[in-house]
């Protein structure tokens, strides 16, 4: 029974480090988009604090791209 508890143990803590870096990843991907979004209101002439609201709107899902 050890054995079958030591993999299950195993195999959970696996599947606990996939889900940790596949949230960071996407953390990443959205920090990497909302830097693209903001540069680009910027360069259509908002304002810093416009430009991240609308990243913050956009993220939050109250406005789609």
């Known amino acids: 029974m050890t ?3 030591d993999a299950l143990d ?11 870096a596949q949230s ?3 953390h990443e ?3 990497e988009a909302a830097g693209k979004v903001r540069w680009k ?3 259509a ?3 810093r604090k416009q430009a991240g609201m609308l ?3 956009m ?3 109250e406005i789609k791209s």
């Not at 195993?10 to 940790?20: D, N, R, T």
């Open 10 to 20: 195993e195999a959970l803590w696996e599947a606990i480090v996939v889900q940790v």
């Open 59 to 61: 993220i939050s899902g």
């Open 29 to 31: 991907l959205i920090a």
């Open 24 to 26: 960071q990843r996407t």
């Open 3 to 5: 054995d079958l508890d």
């Open 41 to 43: 209101a910027r360069r």
């Open 45 to 47: 002439g908002l304002t």
């Open 55 to 57: 990243v913050e709107m």
